[in-house]
């Protein structure tokens, strides 16, 4: 009784006057929390805008299963949003180790690689094979297919690549069109300094 006496007030409390005050009381002596229940947790955190407060429930959700994948991939995506490149690519390859056909994963772990410029020769071709099958990684995956072309100078192929993102873009998602839209003037300049060389 005194057990669920205590979790019932400690919850009241923590649905009363916000969950992260009392995170620290309701995880001291037991795990209440699944990983999947801290990602969860980790992204109301970044949508508040606390990314500090959001990492640590992903690392929670890592110290019960060191191979969560969406732990992982968003430990890697505040590590790559803050332009820790190098850290963001350990946490993708982690990912990808556990499972190497998540095209999400893929995608990420790519990013992080030419973030670092590192890595990029026969890159392509595993974006290419993630494009298989549609998803929703899919216009992420030709975005990042377009600006490894952009590197490696095939211009022709990053207009198509930028075409076939652009078709099945998610209208919903702002960050993405501005994304795409940097990848296109990244195109532009490319082409515009190898026409004047």
């Not at 690549?161 to 069109?177: H, K, L, M, V």
């Amino acid at each position: 009784m005194t057990k669920n006496f205590l979790f019932a007030l400690a919850a009241g409390g923590w649905i009363l006057t916000g969950c992260s005050s009392h995170m620290a009381l309701l995880t001291q002596n037991k795990t209440l929390l699944s990983p999947a229940e801290y990602v969860t947790l980790g992204h109301v955190y970044e949508t508040q805008g606390d990314k500090p407060l959001a990492a640590k429930q992903y690392e929670a959700a890592l110290n019960q299963d060191k191979k969560y994948v969406p732990a992982l991939v968003a430990l890697g995506n505040i590590a790559f949003e803050e332009e820790e490149f190098k850290k963001a690519r350990k946490y993708f390859q982690r990912a990808h180790k556990v499972d190497a056909k998540d095209p999400a994963v893929l995608n990420n772990l790519a990013m992080a690689y030419l973030a670092e410029d590192k890595y990029v020769n026969g890159l392509d071709e595993k974006v290419k094979g993630a494009l298989k099958t549609e998803g929703p990684a899919t216009p992420y995956l030709w975005d990042t297919l377009a600006q490894i072309a952009i590197i490696q100078g095939r211009y022709t192929e990053a207009e198509m690549a930028i075409a076939r993102a652009s078709e099945t873009a998610p209208a919903s998602d702002p960050t993405f069109i501005q994304r795409l839209q940097s990848t296109r003037d990244q195109l532009a300049d490319a082409s515009r300094s190898e026409w004047q060389h």
